[in-house]
């Protein structure tokens, strides 16, 4: 099993920039993919961004492609989310989630592990 704590969300002006950070514990997790997802009031949770265990695979969603940008540091078990240009509809609930299998998957109930979750406001 491996542990996630978010850290890193907040009130941003549109335009602006965060870098989340997903700090994972546990003797697996950096031959773990993880994935960074979020969830807007009243939507269905979303894939965001994944990466592989050793970081040499990312995949990102075609509408934060050019603007997001996701990254690890095995050597310190965290996972990062550096996010520019933000939008209004990027806000939600920012969640970073860990499965065992190779591949990076789009589907949330492909990953085993979760965060609690950080809060990402943009406004206009």
């Known amino acids: 099993q491996v542990q996630l704590v978010e850290s890193g969300g907040g009130l941003v002006q549109a335009g602006g920039s965060l870098r989340l950070s997903c700090a994972t514990s546990g003797r697996t997790s950096r031959s773990h993919t993880v994935g960074w997802f979020r969830q807007a009031p009243g939507k269905e949770r979303e894939f965001v961004a994944g990466i592989s265990w050793n970081g040499g695979s990312t995949v990102h969603v075609d509408s934060v492609k050019g603007r997001f940008t996701i990254a690890r540091d095995n050597s310190n078990n965290t996972v990062y989310l550096q996010m520019n240009s933000l939008k209004p509809e990027d806000t939600g609930v920012y969640y970073c989630?860990?499965?065992?299998?190779?591949?990076?998957?789009?589907?949330?109930?492909?990953?085993?592990?979760w965060g609690q979750g950080t809060q990402v406001t943009v406004s206009t």
């Open positions: 989630a860990a499965r065992s299998g190779t591949g990076i998957m789009i589907a949330p109930i492909r990953y085993t592990d």
